[in-house]
């Protein structure tokens, strides 16, 4: 059984930093992918940032390149992903998810991803 748990999130001023932690108890292979994705209330969940267990090849979406990193931890099995910069926009729950059979690249569609985290809430003020 896959378990995704999130932490980091809290409440920071705009131009601050957070870092999310993504615990993973999931086997590692050369074809998993691990995501960030965001949603903010009314909104679509949405891509962030996404890493290749196999490689560390790394994926952003534009909102966020140059002020987030996604990075990985594998004798932890964990992701981070460390956000400066944020700005009130960036408020959201974040989840963390696993894309378990990705022969190339990472997707952004919520769809590709097999498994989540429950979340974890980010408020930035202005």
């Known amino acids: 059984q896959v378990h995704l748990v999130e932490s980091g999130g809290g409440l920071v001023q705009a131009g601050g930093s957070l870092r999310l932690s993504c615990a993973a108890s999931?086997?590692?292979?050369?074809?998993?992918?691990m995501g960030w994705f965001r949603q903010a209330p009314g909104k679509e969940r949405e891509f962030v940032a996404a890493i290749r267990w196999s490689g560390g090849s790394t994926f952003y979406a534009d909102s966020v390149k140059g002020r987030f990193a996604i990075s990985k931890d594998n004798t932890e099995n964990t992701v981070y992903l460390q956000m400066n910069s944020l700005k009130p926009e960036d408020t959201a729950v974040y989840y963390c998810a696993a894309d378990a059979s990705r022969a190339a690249g990472a997707s952004t569609n919520v769809l590709a991803y097999e498994y989540w985290g429950q979340g974890t809430q980010v408020t930035v003020s202005s």
């Open positions: 999931l086997r590692t292979f050369s074809g998993l992918v």
